[in-house]
């Protein structure tokens, strides 16, 4: 079944600290995978996309990595802000015979203090 | 602006009264789909389509009906609302469903059926 998992569901850090979201997923055949941003009362918004063979990949303070030998993407955002407080949406895309489908993570809730 | 935009943001209405939310892009994208948010679940898609008079089910269509008669509108309809059709509403279009194009997500319909 294909499946995508996210870690930690929430989590609460200091303004100025570094935090890293972990994504781990059972999809195949795997086509990409992307992060979004959710803003509480707002539609998600597009950070990264990675196809199997990237590595990483970075949007201003957003970093993505992918692992896909082990199946595993991560979210590291560096040096956070108040507006970084939001939702983090991990999404596998899947191919199968020229058609694709989108597998939504549950999310990691993220709340940065001041 | 590019953007998606839905209508209403929000709507509250009771058990069997038909409805339609709407959804207008102004990217040019060919596919358009329809998700449903609720607490605990990923985003989980209704219905999608992949251009013009062609729409095709996600994976919880029922009790829902959409249409695609311009590139630029998606309408969703409940000709039946039921209670657990409560949810987050979001209407998403992209350049083409395939490869590497972001989702780009409207900010939402809180529909509440009682």
């Known amino acids: 079944k294909n499946q995508v998992e996210q870690s930690p569901q929430s989590l609460i850090i200091l303004e100025g600290k570094n935090c890293t979201l972990q994504?781990?997923?059972?999809?195949?055949?795997?086509?990409?995978l992307r992060w979004y941003k959710q803003d509480t009362g707002r539609g998600p918004v597009s950070l990264t996309i990675?196809?199997?063979?990237?590595n990483t990949k970075s949007n201003g303070r957003y970093t993505a990595t992918l692992d896909a030998d082990t199946k595993q993407s991560s979210l590291h955002i560096t040096a956070s802000q108040l507006s970084d407080s939001a939702s983090y949406i991990c999404v596998v895309s899947a191919s199968r015979d020229g058609t694709y489908k989108y597998i939504f993570g549950t999310g990691t809730r993220l709340k940065v203090l001041a | 602006e590019a953007q998606v935009t839905q209508n209403p943001r929000y709507l509250i209405t009771v058990t069997g009264k038909k409805l339609t939310v709407t959804c207008s892009q102004n990217?040019?994208?060919?596919?358009m789909s329809w998700y449903r948010q609720d607490p605990g679940l990923g985003l989980r898609q209704i219905y999608y389509?992949?251009?013009?008079?062609?729409?095709d089910k996600g994976d919880v269509p029922e009790g829902y009906k959409v249409s695609r008669k311009e590139k630029r509108n998606f309408p969703l309809i409940l000709e039946s609302p039921s209670p657990n059709q409560t949810s987050l509403y979001f209407c998403a279009s992209s350049l083409s469903r395939v490869g590497n194009s972001p989702l780009h997500f409207g900010n939402g319909t809180r529909l509440t059926v009682t």
């Open positions: 990217m040019n994208h060919e596919y």
């Open positions: 994504c781990n997923y059972t999809v195949s055949p795997f086509s990409n």
């Open positions: 389509s992949m251009n013009v008079e062609v729409t």
């Open positions: 990675m196809t199997f063979s990237e």
